[in-house]
């Protein structure tokens, strides 16, 4: 079993960036793609960006391309999420996740790929 548990959410103004954080536990780290999604209210979970076991490949979301950056720290067993010129569209609550496989290449992007999540952190961006 995996546990995940991200930090780093807050409230910032349109243009401005976060920074989140995802710590793993429990469970084989190093060798899982790991992702973020977010849920806005009233919507469907949707997939942000994801990194392969090495970090040496990443996908994103059209949405996000350009403005956020995925990385990881496999030493710390830590995922982050750089978010720069954030818009009041990005407002959601962002979670971890971690795909049940391990050492694969190819990158998922469906919700029912990984098995497991963190609890989500709270971005509010005003405008």
């Known amino acids: 079993q995996v ?3 991200e930090s780093g959410g ?7 960036s976060l920074r989140l954080s995802c ?3 429990g469970g084989t780290f190093s060798s899982r793609a790991m ?3 977010r849920q806005a209210p009233g919507k469907e979970r949707e997939f ?3 990194i392969s ?3 040496g490949s990443r996908y994103y979301a059209d949405s996000v391309k350009g403005r956020i950056t995925i990385s990881r720290d496999n030493a710390k067993n830590t995922v982050y999420l750089q978010m720069n010129s954030l818009k ?3 407002t959601a609550v962002y979670y971890c996740a971690a795909d049940t496989r391990h ?3 190819e990158l998922a992007t469906r919700v029912y790929d990984y098995d497991y999540w963190g609890q989500g952190t709270q971005v509010t961006v005003s405008s």
């Open 23 to 25: 710590a793993a536990s």
């Open 103 to 105: 050492y694969v290449y």
């Open 88 to 90: 009041p569209e990005d």
């Open 48 to 50: 942000v960006a994801a």
């Open 10 to 16: 807050g409230l910032v103004q349109a243009g401005g």
């Open 3 to 5: 546990q995940l548990g």
């Open 35 to 37: 992702a973020w999604f």
């Open 53 to 55: 076991w090495s970090g």
